[in-house]
């Protein structure tokens, strides 16, 4: 099993519309887990924070679920602006080290 | 504050040559690091420094070497360049690593091209 999995999509979604995508990583003692978008061309940046009760801001739900070892976002009222590649990080709790998932390709339609 | 910055946004190298990649913060913050994205792969961590002094490696070190003689800087150095070797690399830092909320910033990239 890889370490960080996502489903690379691409996700093509109208605007307007509600969509989630989840992250599955295999090392159960991760801590720490974070997504982060990434516009084309440009370098990543942070999204949010996954905390283990789950999380909003704004339009955006991240949601931890330990005993299946995903977590996962969940964009309400989709914006064009929304289109990205959205990645999936976690801190393996080892040796520091952290790992990016290969990233879920969003499309926003209008 | 100028964040993280990265020297230079384009390279062009022939096989064989080696050169550094500059990388620099001003945040006064002890964990850096370096990843390579290539198409379908995501990003890979190179190497890492938990701070001044300290360097370790990541998944694909082999190619690469790093110092970190000060907080705020952190140099690649490509040894001899190989087409293999192509790719986007990011520079990025945190405060102290990558626990809870502790947000990682990443460099505007470099663009690397080996012939």
């Known amino acids: 099993r890889k370490e960080v999995e996502q489903d690379p999509g691409p996700f093509n979604v109208p605007e307007g519309a509600t969509v989630a995508f989840n992250c599955t990583y295999s090392n159960s003692a991760s801590q720490s887990f974070f997504w982060y978008r990434q516009d084309c061309r440009k370098e990543p940046k942070l999204l949010m924070s996954?905390?283990?009760s789950g999380n909003e801001d704004g339009r955006f739900t991240a949601q931890l679920n330990r005993a299946s070892q995903y977590i996962s976002l969940l964009i309400r009222d989709s914006k064009l602006s929304d289109s990205a590649t959205y990645l999936c990080?976690?801190?393996?709790?080892?040796?520091?080290?952290?790992?990016f998932g290969k990233g879920t390709r969003l499309h926003i339609l209008p | 504050n100028a964040g993280v910055t990265q020297t230079p946004k384009f390279q062009v190298l022939k096989t064989g040559q080696s050169m550094t990649l500059q990388c620099a913060q001003d945040?006064?913050?002890?964990?850096m690091s370096w990843y390579r994205q290539d198409p379908g792969m995501g990003l890979r961590l190179i190497h890492y420094?938990?701070?001044?002094?300290?360097?370790d490696q990541g998944e694909v070190p082999n190619g690469y070497n790093v110092s970190r003689s000060t907080t705020e800087d952190f140099p690649l150095r490509l040894l001899s360049a190989a087409p293999s070797q192509t790719s986007v690399y990011f520079c990025?830092?945190?405060?102290?690593?990558?626990?809870?909320?502790?947000?990682?910033?990443f460099g505007p990239g470099t663009r690397l091209t080996v012939l």
């Open positions: 945040m006064n913050h002890e964990y």
């Open positions: 990080v976690v801190n393996m709790n080892r040796d520091d080290k952290i790992i």
């Open positions: 420094s938990v701070g001044a002094g300290i360097t």
């Open positions: 990025a830092s945190s405060y102290e690593g990558l626990g809870l909320g502790d947000e990682q910033f």
């Open positions: 996954v905390y283990s």
